[in-house]
């Protein structure tokens, strides 16, 4: 039977293992920040809906010390609209560093334009829909 320890040593090796092999795909950039998408996280569930993972890169932190937000969204690929599933406010590149706020409380829908950053997002997320 395994420690405390040693299961809390494979819980980690698991997690950074799993970050670690993630696939980040550049999608849009400016001067405030990247905007990233995880290619192998993108589920079909519902018709014309994905979940997908994002990755938003900051150049500059943001009032509360975070560089990066991990997004989990919710994508509506006919009416071109996104939620927020989630959200991991962190304070270190590419996600990995101090998490500073956890939240899973889904935010409501909003219209994509295209002239949005996350319209790149979205294009991608819903392509062959």
Request: hydrophobic fraction near 40%; charge should be positive.
């Amino acid at each position: 039977m395994l420690s405390f320890w040693e299961k809390l040593i494979t819980i980690l090796f698991v997690l950074l293992s799993t970050q670690a092999s993630a696939e980040w795909l550049e999608l849009s950039s400016d001067d405030e920040r990247s905007v990233f998408i995880e290619t192998d996280l993108i589920i079909p569930y519902l018709k014309d809906r994905k979940m997908a993972k994002e990755l938003h890169e900051y150049k500059v932190a943001r009032n509360d010390g975070a560089t990066s937000l991990r997004i989990r969204s919710d994508y509506d690929c006919k009416k071109r609209m996104v939620r927020t599933l989630a959200v991991d406010r962190v304070a270190g590149e590419m996600g990995v560093g101090k998490i500073i706020s956890l939240s899973e409380k889904p935010s409501k829908w909003k219209k994509i334009k295209s002239s949005d950053s996350r319209s790149k997002v979205l294009d991608f997320v819903c392509k062959n829909e």
